[in-house]
C-alpha cells in the first residue's frame, strides 16, 4: 500500500474513532459507568412516590435515629430508603414538645421540637400557589412548599444532599402557643379572626405577622441534621452583592473561574463539581439567593455542599435567571453522571417526576402548573449551556467522571 494511501486510511480511522467516541459518551448508555447511571435513575423513579406511613415493622429504632444514621460525608440519605415514608409522616404528625423563634437568618421561621427530641424548622405560609413573586429573582419572603418541591427534586437528582422536608399543618392555638418560649410566644398577635406571629429575624417585623387560616397554619418542616455533624458555613464564590450598582466579580470577569479553580477547596477535591451541581439545582427552582452554603466542618473539602434554604425559590415561573448558571457556563464543566441524569429527565420526565414524587405530602398540590412546566423548559437550557461548553471546549474537557480524583482541576 503507497505511503498516500495508508496516511488516507489512517485518518479516517481516526475520524471513526473520534466520532465513535462522541457517538458513545453522547448515547450516554455504553459504558459500565453509564449504565449504572441508567439503572440508579431507574431506581429512583420506581421509589418515588413516598406515602407517609407510621409503621416501621422491621426495626426497634426510633425514625429520628434512623435519619440520623443515614448522615454520612457526600450524602444525607442514601440511595435507596424503605423507610423515608416513616420518617416523614413523623415530622408531619409528631407531637411538638416545644417552640422556639428560629435560628440566626433573615427570614421568618420557627423551631421546634418533636415527641422524641428531634429538632425541625418549620417555615410558615407566606403565599397562595398561584402568587407570582415580582422584582428581583431573590425578591419576597420565604416559600414554605419551594423547601418541600426542592427536597423532592433533590432525590430525583440523585443528589442527596437536602435535609428531608415535609408539609405539616400546625394548630398555633392548641400546639405551639401552649409550648412556646416567652420569646416566641411575645410575637405572636391576632388579625382579624386569624392567629399570626412574626417570630424573631433580621427582617421580621410586627406589621409583616405569618397569620394562620383562623388557628390553623400550613408550613413546612425541614428536619435538623445531627449534632454529631456540625455545619461550617462558606461563602459561595458566585454570590451576589445585593447592592444596585455594584457587581460581583464574576459578573464582569470572564476568567474569573480560573481564579476559583487556584483557590481551596476548589482547587481539588468534589467541591467545584459541588458548586456546578448546586447551580444547575438553584436555576431549576429559580433560586437566586445561594450568597452562602453549607458543609461539614473539618472536611478539607471532602464533604458535600449541602443544600439547605431553599425556599427563595419557585417565586416567578416567567423568570429564568441565567445567572444563576454562571458557575457552569463559566467553568464549563460538569459531572458525567449529572449529565446523564439531566439527559434522562427530558422531554417531560422531570415534571412528571417531580408531580408524582409531590402527590402524596399533606400539603399537596405542593407547586402550580406554570411552575412545573418551567422546570421543564429551564431543563432545556441547561442542555444547551452544556452542548454549548462541548462545541467549544470538546467532550472530554467539560464531562468530568465524578468516580475519578479531580486533582486535574
Known sequence: MKLKQR?????????????????????????????????????????????????????????WEIAAQWVVPREVYPEETPELGAIMHAMATKKIIKADVGYKGTQLKALLILEGG???????K????DYVVEGEPYAGYDRHNAEVAAFHLDRILGFRRAPLVVGRFVNLRTEIKPVATEQLLSTFLTVGNNTCFYGKCYYCR????????GDTMEGSATLWLPD????????????????EGKLARWEYDESYCDAVKKTSPYDSGPRLLDI????????????????????????????????????????????????????????????????NRLN???????????KSALAHDPITPVLSDPHLDAMDQRLLSVLATVKQCTDQFGVDTVLVEDRMPLSHL
Open 7 to 63: 496516511v488516507v486510511l489512517l485518518a479516517i480511522l481516526l475520524v471513526i474513532f473520534i466520532f465513535t467516541k462522541v457517538f458513545l459518551i453522547d448515547n450516554l448508555d455504553t459504558s459500565a459507568a453509564n449504565r449504572e447511571d441508567q439503572r440508579a435513575f431507574h431506581r429512583m423513579m420506581a421509589g418515588l412516590r413516598v406515602e407517609l406511613e407510621p409503621k416501621l415493622d422491621h426495626t426497634l429504632q426510633s425514625p
Open 118 to 124: 428531634q429538632k425541625v424548622v418549620f417555615k410558615p
Open 126 to 129: 407566606r403565599y397562595s400557589r
Open 206 to 213: 410586627e406589621t409583616e405577622p405569618a397569620c394562620a387560616d
Open 228 to 243: 454529631v455533624w456540625p455545619l461550617q458555613k462558606h461563602r459561595h464564590p458566585w454570590g451576589r452583592t445585593y447592592r
Open 276 to 339: 456546578i451541581d448546586t447551580a444547575v439545582f438553584d436555576y431549576l427552582i429559580g433560586n437566586a439567593d445561594r450568597h452562602h452554603y453549607e458543609s461539614f466542618q473539618d472536611d478539607e473539602g471532602a464533604s458535600m455542599l449541602i443544600l439547605l434554604d431553599n425556599a427563595k425559590s419557585f417565586g416567578n415561573p416567567s423568570l429564568d435567571e441565567r445567572s444563576i448558571l454562571a458557575p457552569l457556563y463559566q467553568c464549563c464543566i460538569i459531572r458525567v453522571s449529572t449529565w
Open 344 to 354: 434522562y429527565l427530558k422531554n417531560g420526565v422531570l415534571k412528571s417526576a417531580l
